[in-house]
């Protein structure tokens, strides 16, 4: 069941001087996300992503097109139906946007307190929540005295309150290190699979991408320019934007200086093989290059491993005779996509 759809959304911002154009936000973009599903958003900085979330939580109206939420068109709701949307719709940010001033407990309580929820009712539910995401021994201590981690957790426990079926994430561990980042991804899987929460999320980090969503949508210049499984997105990806994207996440060929360094240090020609699972494993290449007496050397490279699917890149150096060397680059990258010399340009 398809729990968000936009349809035909576009986004536009009036010019910021009587000199500048408009700026068009999202561009004629059209998406579903199914209940139960975990959705990521990649794509460059002013792609439009964070315009797209606004968008589903009725912070932003679209320009033409239409959102809907279960089936309801959202961009014609009153105020009060919009309110009970909201309580549908949780959102965590990169910043975390807590209340300073507020108690960690106070905090997780906000938005009962907005929907005058009864006081036993909002004490109780705080308390699950706390114990949910792991804090309970910290319902009276304030934000600042919380690392980065635990006051996400505070955010995730505020932003499930009124129990909603959307969670909205914008970047939610990218202030994060990759342990803290690591916590806080098992959590959001907690809340997907024991909550059944619907998760959005806006990335640029890898670990995300991989750990998190079932499936990833790719925006440049306000448009989905590629939709799919993660694993087919980031192994395959079409898009001459989205290999680039993906390449700048994973970074396991080498290019620039650090290629140069490569060649430097290492005689004989350099190349890059594709690893990917049902295409082509490590063996077979390996084996096609051993056949024809060739030496090498693993000199760069990297394994993702995507839900016990594996792909990735492998830079090796070839010694030998010239014809021979040739040969087994030929006999190799008959079924291993290659990527020679100059490989990301
Ligand atoms: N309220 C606004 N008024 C004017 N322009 C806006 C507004 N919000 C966003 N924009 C513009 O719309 C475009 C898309 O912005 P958006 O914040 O959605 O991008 P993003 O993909 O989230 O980028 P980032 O990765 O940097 O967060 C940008 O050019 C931005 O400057
Ligand atoms: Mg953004």
Redesign the pocket.
């Known amino acids: 069941m398809t729990l968000i759809r936009l349809t035909g959304v576009t986004?536009t911002?009036?010019a910021?001087s009587k000199a500048a154009a408009p700026?068009?936000?999202?561009d004629d973009v059209s998406l579903a996300v199914a209940q139960g599903e975990v959705c990521g958003i990649i794509?460059?900085?002013?792609?439009?992503?964070?315009?797209?979330?606004?968008l589903v939580n009725a912070l932003?109206s679209p320009t033409s097109g239409t959102v809907e939420i279960d089936g309801t068109d959202i961009t014609r709701l009153n105020e009060r139906a919009l309110r009970a949307l909201r309580g549908d719709i949780g959102m965590i940010f990169q910043q975390f946007n807590l209340f300073d001033s507020r108690t960690v407990a106070k905090n997780v309580a906000y938005p009962l307190e907005v929907a005058r929820r009864p006081r036993a009712e909002i004490t109780a539910r705080v308390d699950e929540l706390l114990r949910f995401v792991g804090l309970a021994d910290k319902a009276r201590s304030f934000p600042e005295q919380l690392s980065g981690g635990q006051k996400q957790r505070v955010g995730i426990a505020r932003a499930l309150a009124t129990s909603p079926r959307i969670l909205l994430a914008?970047?939610a561990t990218s202030a994060l290190d990759p342990d803290t980042t690591q916590e806080v991804l098992a959590l959001l899987r907690r809340v997907n699979a024991e909550l059944g929460v619907t998760i959005l999320v806006?990335t640029?980090e890898m670990d995300v991408i991989r750990t998190l969503a079932d499936r990833v949508i790719v925006?440049e210049h306000?448009r989905i320019i590629e939709a799919g499984e993660v694993f087919d997105v980031l192994s395959a990806p079409r898009h001459p934007a989205t290999r680039r994207f993906v390449a700048s996440i994973i970074d396991d060929v080498p290019a620039g200086e650090q290629l140069r360094v490569l060649r430097e240090r290492h005689p004989g020609r350099i190349v890059t093989f594709t690893v990917r699972d049902g295409d082509v494993t490590q063996a077979d290449i390996f084996a096609a290059l051993s056949s024809h007496g060739v030496r090498f050397e693993l000199i760069h490279g990297g394994i993702n491993d995507i839900r016990g699917r594996v792909f990735g890149h492998l830079t090796l150096a070839l010694t030998g005779e010239t014809d021979a060397v040739q040969r087994a680059i030929d006999a190799a990258s008959a079924f291993a996509p290659l990527l020679e010399e100059d490989t990301r340009g």
């Open positions: 986004k911002f009036p910021a700026v068009v936000a999202v794509g460059y900085s002013g792609a439009g992503k964070s315009t797209v979330l606004r932003e914008d970047e806006i640029h925006m306000g």
